[in-house]
């Protein structure tokens, strides 16, 4: 089984200021890696997602994550934010070439000051 | 592309009342759709997996005999919350893939509140 840690529950940050929100995953087997975003009141949105390949991938919004296997870690990050990044993030694994099932991290929220 | 949608947005009912909600992708087939509910402040829980044709699978915990799950075709499938209780007010959300391997798409979720 998997299972996703997100350190942070809460990031403060103010705006043009860089970010990482930290995502690190527990599996006995390889997985799919995703961070998803939440506005208010809102489904989620896929930011990015790691199959395979170069371990840095970027997604949507200026965003970018790493993956490292040897420290079971897939952190976010992004240079400078913006007010309107203000969200909840997710991160969130499932097992490659298994159940299609997502586990997901229990969430940071992130805001935004200005 | 990858639209999913759900109707209704919001729903407020009474007590012992049945709400469904619906699914659907917008613009692709989704062989596999996916129920969630996210509580307050809280990660969402995968509630069952429904593949069209067949009958949902549920997670532990989770009663099927009152959240009854429909994936009729391959772009709607349908939550029925029967006999609502103040107990199973929160957010659902429904997400879609086009195949086991696919990404899942998310659809913007739904509020019920039974009073």
């Known amino acids: 089984a998997q299972s996703v840690t997100q350190l942070d529950s809460q990031v403060p940050v103010f705006e043009e200021a860089p970010v990482e929100l930290r995502c690190n995953y527990s599996?006995?087997?390889?997985?799919?890696l995703f961070w998803y975003v939440q506005y208010p009141n809102q489904g989620l949105q896929l930011l990015l997602k790691?199959?395979?390949?170069?371990?840095l991938v970027k997604g949507i919004n200026g965003f970018e994550a790493e993956f490292n296997k040897s420290q079971t870690s897939f952190h976010l990050r992004k240079p400078s934010v913006h007010i309107s990044d203000t969200a909840e993030y997710f991160c969130a694994v499932n097992e490659e070439g298994g159940s299609e099932k997502l586990v997901f991290g229990k969430g940071t929220k992130l805001t935004v000051n200005p | 592309g990858a639209v999913v949608s759900q109707h209704p947005s919001r729903v407020i009912c009474k007590s012992g009342t049945s709400v469904k909600i619906e699914c659907r992708s917008l613009?692709?087939?989704?062989?596999?759709m996916f129920w969630y509910r996210q509580f307050p402040k809280q990660s969402l829980m995968l509630m069952a997996t429904?593949?069209?044709?067949?009958?949902?699978?549920?997670e532990q915990g989770v009663e099927k005999d009152k959240f009854l799950i429909n994936h009729a075709s391959l772009t709607l499938s349908t939550l029925t919350v029967t006999s609502a209780h103040p107990e199973d007010s929160s957010f659902y959300i429904c997400s879609a893939a086009r195949s086991t391997a696919d990404t899942q798409y998310f659809g913007p979720g739904t509020r019920l509140t039974v009073l």
């Open positions: 599996s006995s087997v390889s997985v799919y």
């Open positions: 613009d692709f087939q989704a062989t596999t």
């Open positions: 790691y199959l395979s390949g170069s371990t």
């Open positions: 429904s593949n069209e044709g067949s009958k949902a699978t549920y």
